[in-house]
């Protein structure tokens, strides 16, 4: 929002002195934030007010012209109506404008096709003036009407030495008195403390001219409507209120029109005028009825519905309540007109713009709540505008109806509360003098304080004893009120164990693991749900899901087949995981009948080969142990506790101790049909966290690095199909002291092996502390583990 310096100074008498940066900051730290301060003038510094005093063709080009100026200087202009005797705006060498592409031109002396040209003649739209002074065209400013001298600089001569402040409009939200010009004055003159000059009080006639106001509605609270004759429609608003709005950001229209946007930036209060013949008996506020349209002032079309607030005149809709009028607004041959100045309740003003896609200065302003009597600020500021520039008009009739008066607002408070929560003890009478420059009225009983809001600010913004700390604080200033650091005591840190194994289960899986990690709504389609095995699993449901068929997951395997097929459209191999919580519907189980909601693992692998992809996850949750430092989990056989999502030739279960934690497989062809998975293949895990044991503390034991060099010894033996890596490798760590270390390597099921068979190859790491190993020695310790795989499994090396 933009507000007016002098427009502001007409309600307050602000010091002469105050710079109005200082203002700006005062404003921000008190009350609202001033985004930016934009001297008007000096965007005009340069330009002048001249006159033509000879104008002829260009020798040497048709379409421009030759200007001797009032002081002497030629200027080259190219203005369709410049002519000798014409006032215009002339850019002196130096000066700024807007140059055809939007970007500032700085006017110098040129040669034009010959001939010498000091200064540009100025059209509206290269000095940000097209709303105040429209043209056509290549036309130039026409000021031959203004009543200003030549040579004198154009800012003053059009009420442009001024200077707008620049109002964010999120810290408004909750002021409705600061949505005018009125309203910001006055609290500029509570936080000067200086004399506020507030709108005239309406004298209206008590004759309602046989006019009958009707709320049908309750929606609508308060509905004025003031007869005015003797008007005008097609005046034109003199140039000091054309340029108010234009400064603020309003196009100025026609008189009639202009003063009902004059009068909502200066007291903050909407209003519209009707030409008298469309409402010629009565106005009805009710709400629309199945098959009415509206036809808006910006030719919009509106298919109207109960739900909207109206303004009707012969069962007709005139208006869109609190947001717009209809196309039947005063015209040019308008003589008497129906002023409405009213209030809408602002909840549902919000609703009927949020609606229709209408966002208009009137809905921005209703929507915040604005109280009722700001109803008589805007007649009285009326009457007394229609006085001043409509001589001749006279107010012969009007009708006021006020069903839901703004309830006035009272908040009990204490002084010691004040003190309390400002850290400050200013005193009462201090404290009720700063209330009292605000507009509060207050009743004092010892230290208990009665505040009596004012109406302006009894809609909803102050209400609560909070609300007086505020008000008190920011008018002293919360700068002012000093800072008392808060005494704080360091303590050992508290030692959460499962926190820090979350915590390093994350980087393991990211850091170690190569996985990236996803997170995910907790509401999934059925589609998902069944795909991931959950179809027949009781779920809970969402008051106001996104779609229909949305449920709070109890796993978060389905929320990953989603992640894996829009992924797959961009990238063929790639690893997440996700750490969160589900949902069960176990009432008995939690807590006064609630749902519990376990946190759980799941992680998945995405590439082409199914056992690569298998036996990665499966490296994975062996390597937990060492990785998060948890109680050793390892893969078992768990064929009657396989999840629905998984191959059942290619499942494994998690344990940690003897207790399953959960699964790892390969993702089965009805899971990936279901989600939408259309090529590749996935490994996926999901295991309870909170079953992981996380170990008290971390023993950290020194080991020297080997002073001798350590030998990889592979061997290939043939074993029964069930038969454990783990039980290979401790056989093979028994057998000789020699062997450090067993890793696997590789397994072959095929051909050249029986069917009830498997190739498993595996890596001895061989070393000593005290020596290097010779040949024979490394050929003896492979021989011994052979030996004793050999013994334990009836294992045979593979030719």
């Known amino acids: 929002m933009k507000l007016s310096l002098d427009w502001l100074r007409e309600y307050v008498a602000l010091p002469a002195d105050l710079d109005p940066h200082q203002l700006a900051h005062d404003l921000t730290m008190s009350t609202v934030e001033v985004e930016g301060v934009d001297d008007l003038a000096a965007g005009l510094a340069g330009v002048v007010i001249s006159e033509v005093r000879s104008c002829e063709r260009h020798p040497d080009a048709d379409k421009l012209n030759v200007c001797t100026m009032h002081d002497g200087r030629t200027v080259v202009c190219g203005g369709s109506n ?31 096709r010959g001939v010498a040209s000091s200064g540009m003649i100025c059209s509206s739209g290269e000095l940000g003036l097209a709303d105040l002074f429209p043209s056509k065209g290549k036309e130039i400013m026409d000021l031959t009407h203004l009543d200003a001298a030549v040579g004198s600089p ?20 909750n002021r409705p008195d600061l949505w005018g010009h009125l309203g910001m004055a006055r609290e500029l003159a509570a936080l000067y403390d200086v004399p506020l000059s507030d709108t005239p009080a309406p ?16 929606r609508c609270l308060r509905y004025t409507a003031t007869r005015v004759e003797g008007v005008d429609g097609s005046a034109a608003s003199p140039l000091w209120l054309a340029a108010r709005l234009a400064k603020v950001g309003q196009r100025p229209i026609n008189l009639l029109v202009d003063l009902t946007n004059y009068v909502m930036m200066s007291v903050g209060q909407p209003s519209h005028a009707f030409d008298a013949r469309d409402l010629p008996e009565r106005v009805e506020i009710r709400a629309a009825r199945d098959g009415e349209a509206l036809t808006l002032l910006d030719g919009t079309e509106l298919a109207l519905d109960p739900q909207s607030l109206i303004i009707a005149s012969h069962e007709a809709p005139t208006a ?29 003003v919000r609703r009927t713009a949020r609606r229709f896609g209408l966002r208009t200065e009137s809905s921005t302003r209703f929507e915040k709540g604005l109280d009722t009597p700001r109803v008589e600020a805007a007649l009285g500021l009326f009457q007394d505008l229609f006085a001043k520039l409509v001589p001749g008009s006279r107010i012969v009739a009007h009708v006021d109806s006020h069903p ?34 605000l507009g509060f009225c207050t009743e004092q009983d010892g230290d208990a304080l009665e505040v009596h809001v ?45 926190r820090r194994m979350e915590r390093r289960l994350r980087e393991y899986l990211a850091f170690r693991c190569g996985l990236r990690e996803v997170v995910t709504y907790p509401w999934v389609s059925a589609r998902l749900l069944e795909a991931g095995g959950c179809a027949d699993t009781p779920t809970l449901g969402l008051a106001h899901p996104p779609s229909p068929d949305m449920r709070l997951a109890p796993s978060l395997v389905p929320q990953l087949l989603s992640v894996i097929a829009d992924n797959l459209r961009y990238t063929q191999s790639f690893g997440v995981f996700e750490v969160n919580r589900v949902f069960h519907v176990a009432p008995q189980d939690g807590p006064e009948g609630l749902p519990t909601q376990p946190k759980r693992l799941s992680a998945a692998v995405v590439g082409a080969d199914a056992a690569a992809l298998f036996y990665r996850l499966k490296g994975a949750v062996e390597g937990l142990s060492g990785g998060v430092q948890v109680a050793e989990v390892h893969c078992i056989a768990d064929p009657s506790g ?9 499942v494994v279960g998690i344990a940690c101790g003897d207790t399953v934690i959960g699964h790892l497989g390969v993702l089965s062809a009805r899971a990936k049909r279901l989600a939408g998975i259309k090529r590749g293949e996935a490994a996926v895990l999901e295991l309870e966290v909170e079953a992981l044991e996380p170990h008290a503390s971390r023993e950290n034991r020194y080991a020297p690095l080997p002073q001798f060099p350590q030998v990889d010894f592979d061997i290939s033996l043939v074993v029964d199909r069930g038969v454990r890596f783990t039980a290979l490798r401790e056989a093979a760590l028994e057998a000789s002291a020699l062997v450090l270390g067993v890793h696997f390597v590789d397994e072959y099921v095929g051909a050249q092996v029986p069917d009830d068979k498997k190739s498993v190859t595996l890596r001895l790491r061989l070393g000593a502390a005290e020596r290097t190993l010779v040949r024979d020695e490394i050929d003896q310790a492979a021989a011994a583990v052979i030996e004793q795989l050999s013994a334990s499994f009836g294992g045979q090396v593979r030719a």
């Open 82 to 112: 410049v002519a000798a005797g014409m006032k215009v705006a002339l850019a002196l060498p130096g000066a700024v404008v807007s140059g055809r592409d939007g970007k500032p031109l700085t006017i110098a002396e040129a040669t034009v």
């Open 642 to 650: 396989a999840p629905a999502w998984a191959d059942p030739s290619a």
């Open 320 to 348: 869109l309540a609190g947001v717009m009028g209809g196309d039947l607004a005063v015209r040019d041959d308008t003589s008497a007109l129906w002023l409405e100045v009213a209030s809408f309740d602002h909840v549902d």
């Open 154 to 173: 154009l800012a003053p001569a059009i009420g442009y030495d001024d200077i707008l402040l620049e109002i964010d409009n999120k810290s408004l939200t």
């Open 404 to 437: 839901r008066p703004t309830a006035p607002v009272s908040v009990s408070v204490t002084v010691p509360f004040l003190h309390g929560r400002l850290g400050r003890e200013l005193g009462a009478p201090a404290m009720i003098g700063l209330l009292h420059r």
């Open 203 to 218: 004298e209206l006639p008590s004759a309602d001219g046989g006019f009958e106001v009707r709320i049908e509605d309750p």
């Open 454 to 498: 004012p109406s302006w600010r009894a809609t909803g913004d102050v209400d609560l004893p909070e609300d007086i700390v505020e008000e008190v604080g920011r008018l002293y200033g919360f700068e002012a009120l000093g800072f008392s650091p808060p005494q704080v005591e360091l303590v050992d840190p508290v030692i959460q164990p499962v």
